[in-house]
C-alpha cells in the first residue's frame, strides 16, 4: 500500500443503469413527499370538529360537495359542515385534516349526503406533507451499494443522473507458451486458458471491469509490452501463471526491467497460493497470480479484491458470511501449517434449518474443487485444525459462491422445504 496510490474516480451515469453502483456522494432531499397533504386511504375528507362528537352523540350526515378538477383542487377550501369525496394519494382540499375510510360510511346519492358511523381520530388515514421524506433529509450515504428500491427513491426526487465511483480497470496478462484458447489445441499438450477466464468474471461480479490482454508467450520483451500497455490502460494489473521455460522467472524479471520498485514480495504465507507475487510500478500495483487455479483465485481474493473495493470507495475486506456446523474434521497441509489457510466447502442446510458445510479437499490444478464449493473458511496461522461440529463463518463471493445473476442455491430435496409451516 505504501508503494502504490489508489485513486478512486466518479463518473455520472443515469440513475436507472446504477442498481449495483456505489454512490459518490450523498443523496439529500431537495424536496417534501408527500408534497402536500394527502388522502392514506378510499374515503371521505372532513374537517375534525364535524365528527369529533360521534364519541358521545352518535352518527353524523355531512354534504358531499363536489371537487374541483385537477390543478386547482388543493386550492379549494372544505366548509364546516361539507365532505369530499378522495381517492388514495390524492391531495387534501384546504382545512380538511381527517379521512373517514367509506367503509364506515353510508353514501346516500339522492340528497348527496353520507352518514358516519364511526370515530376517528383527528389525522387519521392522512399522510401530511414531508411525513415520509423532509426536504434536506440524508437519504443514502456516499458509498452506499444502491440497490433496486434506492434507485425507485432516488426516481422520486426527479435526479436523472447519479454520481458514482467508475469501475476499476483491471488488466489480465495470462503468460506460458504452454496456454491456449483454442479446445482442439490440448489434443497436442496445450493447456486451455481458464484462469484467464475464471479472473475475468470474478473481476466483474467484484465491480470491476476485467481487461484481458490476452495470451501472452514466455518472452521478456512481450510480457514487457503488455505490461506497459496495461499500465497506461488500466488500474490494477494481474499476471496469471509463470515461465515455462526453466528456472527464470520471466514475469518478475520483465516487472523489474520496468522501473522500480519492481518486485515488492514474491512467496506469500498463504495455503493455496504461496508463490503470489505483488509488485508496483508507476505506483499502480501489479499482482502476481500462481498458475494453479485454486492458487489462483486464492491470491486474488486476498490482494486484488481488496484493491478493486478500494477504488469503489467500500473497505476492503467485509465480505458476508454464513455461520455454518462442519461435517468433517480439517487438518492443515503439514508443510504450510503456520501460513494462512482458505478451506473451500460445500454447505448446505440441515433439517433443523442450521448449514452444516463439509470441507472439499484436492490438487492445487483441480477445478472440481472449486466447482464442487460454494464457500470458503479463511483460518488464520495459528489455527492447524478444525474439528467436526465447530461452528465456523464461511464467506460468500458473488460468481464463485454464486452466480451474479441468482440467489444461493442449495439443492433442497423439496418445494415443501421452503414454506413456513
Given amino acids: 500500500m505504501n508503494a502504490i496510490t489508489i485513486s478512486p474516480r466518479v463518473e455520472s451515469i443515469f440513475t436507472e443503469q446504477a442498481v449495483g453502483r456505489v454512490l459518490w456522494t450523498d443523496i439529500i432531499s ?19 370538529k364535524d365528527v369529533m362528537r360521534i364519541s358521545q352523540h352518535g352518527p353524523i350526515k355531512l354534504r358531499v360537495v ?7 383542487s388543493e386550492n379549494q377550501i372544505l366548509l364546516t359542515g361539507q ?9 387534501l382540499p384546504r382545512l380538511a385534516d381527517t379521512v373517514i375510510p367509506v367503509e364506515y360510511t353510508q353514501f346516500d346519492s339522492k340528497n348527496s349526503t353520507i352518514i358516519i358511523q364511526k370515530y376517528l381520530a383527528k389525522g387519521s388515514f392522512v399522510s401530511y406533507k414531508g411525513s415520509e421524506i423532509a426536504r434536506k433529509d440524508l437519504l443514502l450515504n456516499k458509498r452506499h451499494i444502491l440497490r433496486a428500491q434506492d434507485l425507485a427513491l432516488i426516481s422520486m426526487l426527479g435526479i436523472r443522473k447519479l454520481k458514482i465511483f467508475k469501475k476499476p480497470k483491471v488488466a489480465i496478462i495470462p503468460t506460458g507458451n504452454e496456454l491456449t484458447e483454442e ?42 509490452n503488455k505490461i506497459r500497455f496495461a499500465l497506461s490502460e488500466s488500474d490494477i494489473i494481474l499476471t496469471t501463471g509463470g515461465s515455462s521455460v526453466g528456472l527464470r522467472d520471466l514475469v ?27 509488485a508496483a510500478l508507476r505506483r499502480r500495483p501489479v499482482i502476481i497470480l500462481p498458475g494453479p487455479i485454486q492458487g489462483a483465485v486464492n491470491a486474488f481474493i486476498v490482494f486484488a479484491l481488496p484493491l478493486i473495493r478500494l477504488m469503489l470507495g467500500l473497505q476492503p475486506f467485509n465480505k458476508p458470511f454464513i455461520s455454518a456446523k462442519l461435517t468433517e474434521n480439517w487438518n492443515a497441509r503439514k508443510k504450510f501449517q503456520n501460513f494462512t489457510k482458505i478451506v473451500y466447502v460445500k454447505m448446505r442446510p440441515s433439517e433443523s434449518g442450521e448449514f452444516h458445510a463439509k ?8 477445478i472440481t474443487v472449486l466447482t464442487g464449493t460454494n464457500g470458503f473458511i479463511l ?3 495459528p489455527l492447524t485444525m478444525l474439528k467436526r461440529g465447530k461452528q465456523v463463518k464461511i ?19 423439496s418445494e415443501k422445504s421452503f414454506l413456513p409451516f
Avoid: W
Fill in 66 to 72: 363536489p371537487r374541483r378538477r385537477a390543478g386547482k
Fill in 252 to 278: 518478475a524479471e520483465s516487472i523489474n526491467d520496468i522501473g522500480k520498485p519492481g518486485i515488492l514480495v514474491h512467496g506469500v504465507k498463504l495455503d493455496r497460493g504461496r508463490v503470489t507475487g505483488l
Fill in 183 to 224: 479446445i482442439t489445441d490440448i489434443k497436442h499438450g496445450k493447456i486451455l486458458n481458464t484462469n484467464g477466464r475464471v479472473i475475468s468474471n470474478l473481476i466483474e461480479t467484484s465491480g470491476g471491469t476485467p481487461l484481458d490482454l490476452g495470451i501472452t508467450p514466455d518472452n521478456i520483451h512481450k510480457i514487457q
Fill in 83 to 91: 365532505t369530499i369525496r378522495v381517492s388514495t394519494g390524492e391531495v
Fill in 379 to 381: 483460518v488464520p496461522e
Fill in 395 to 413: 464467506n460468500i463471493f458473488p460468481g464463485l459462491s454464486f452466480s451474479s445473476g441468482n440467489p444461493i442455491e442449495f439443492h433442497y430435496e
Fill in 30 to 48: 431537495d424536496t417534501d413527499i408527500p408534497s402536500s397533504n394527502c388522502s392514506h386511504m378510499d374515503g371521505f375528507v372532513v374537517k375534525y
Fill in 359 to 366: 470441507p472439499i479437499t484436492g490438487e492445487t490444478t483441480d
